[in-house]
T-cell receptor
């Protein structure tokens, strides 16, 4: 498999559930990202990992917990979410190296919180 | 901090007509500039990018963009639009000498009439 993959593609969860989103990149990149995309809002950067170290956390609520066990995998653990957290969650990767580069995006996970 | 403005939320063109999508950025130095396209339910795909050199950049699917420093703009153009170009288009800017982070505009949704 090539590029950036995300699972699941769709997820419905209640406010008391715990679930995880998974992202995997097959590009040999060193940086990975989580974005939130809501209707009528710009793309919101949530977390940035560079060489498995979290380098950015954009004031994201603690009910979102990222994990980067290696440079190919990125998880987003979800617990006690709110309905306003319903959105498309996009993962991306880039070569890294401390400067802007092309980010390659996965297809996203469409999350609905009931 | 850098920022991106896409003044047009929604544009409608007829198939075969020319297209120009506007992007203005705010950044003190020479930026890294990107255009991405997103089809419904999908992730973002890179159309083209500008880092340095020739200010007219060619991308995939027949798109091009021109960097104009004096106007702080990076407008996307296509001479003849195809129905398959209907999608949402995002302009993004990165900071030279900064981190890997990109700042995205709010997007322009393109509708193509037959």
């Amino acid at each position: 498999e090539t590029g950036v993959t995300q699972t699941p593609r769709h997820l419905v969860m209640g406010m008391t559930n715990k679930k995880s989103l998974k992202c995997e990149q097959h590009l040999g990149h060193n940086a990975m990202y989580w974005y939130k995309q809501s209707a009528k809002k710009p793309l919101e950067l949530m977390f940035v990992y560079s060489l498995e170290e979290r380098v950015e956390n954009n004031s994201v609520p603690s009910r979102f917990s990222p994990e980067c066990p290696n440079s190919s995998h990125l998880f987003l653990h979800l617990h006690t979410l709110q309905p306003e957290d319903s959105a498309l969650y996009l993962c991306a990767s880039s070569p890294g190296g401390g400067r802007p580069e092309t980010q390659y995006f996965g297809p996203g996970t469409r999350l609905l919180v009931l | 901090a850098q920022s991106v403005t896409q003044p047009d939320i929604h544009i409608t063109v007829s198939e075969g007509a020319s297209l120009e999508l506007r992007c203005n950025y705010s950044y003190g130095a020479t930026p890294y500039l990107f255009w991405y396209v997103q089809s419904p339910g999908q992730g973002l795909q890179l159309l083209l990018k500008y880092f340095s050199g020739d200010t007219l950049v060619q991308g995939i699917k027949g798109f091009e963009a021109e960097f104009k420093r004096s106007q702080s703009s990076f407008n996307l153009r296509k001479p003849s639009v195809h129905w398959s170009d209907a999608a949402e288009y995002f302009c993004a800017v990165g900071a030279k000498g900064g981190s890997e982070k990109l700042v995205f505009g709010k997007g322009t949704k393109l509708t193509v009439n037959p």
